[in-house]
């Protein structure tokens, strides 16, 4: 059964960092891009940033402060998050890109204080 299984979130003040971690089964890890995907209180689940071997690609607001990789070996993708912004709050899933082949993760829930 595919599973996917996020970590690492937490309580940070603007400007500090956290690392998000992603464990997905070898069936889905290896064949597919894998995302960042993010909800916000009130608003709809949006993606981050993504990735497949290399070339990541993340939106506007992130570019620069994220940064997401794999570890193929280990079938863990990860996410970065530096300079972090109030405004980045939200519970943070991984998955394929685009969805559709796992269902959703727990999440793990960040958030920023100013």
């Known amino acids: 059964q595919v599973q996917l299984v996020e970590s690492g979130g937490g309580s940070v003040q603007t400007g500090g960092s956290l690392r998000l971690s992603c464990t997905a089964s070898?069936?889905?890890?290896?064949?597919?891009?894998m995302a960042w995907y993010r909800q916000a209180p009130g608003k709809e689940r949006e993606w981050v940033a993504r990735i497949k071997y290399s070339g990541p690609t993340y939106i506007d607001s992130v570019r620069g402060r994220f940064t997401i990789y794999r570890d193929n070996t280990k079938n863990i993708l990860y996410l970065q998050l530096n300079d972090l912004k109030v405004e980045d709050t939200a519970v943070y899933y991984c998955n394929t890109a685009p969805v559709g082949i796992a269902p959703w993760g727990q999440g793990t829930q960040v958030t920023v204080s100013s």
């Open positions: 070898e069936m889905v890890f290896n064949r597919t891009y």
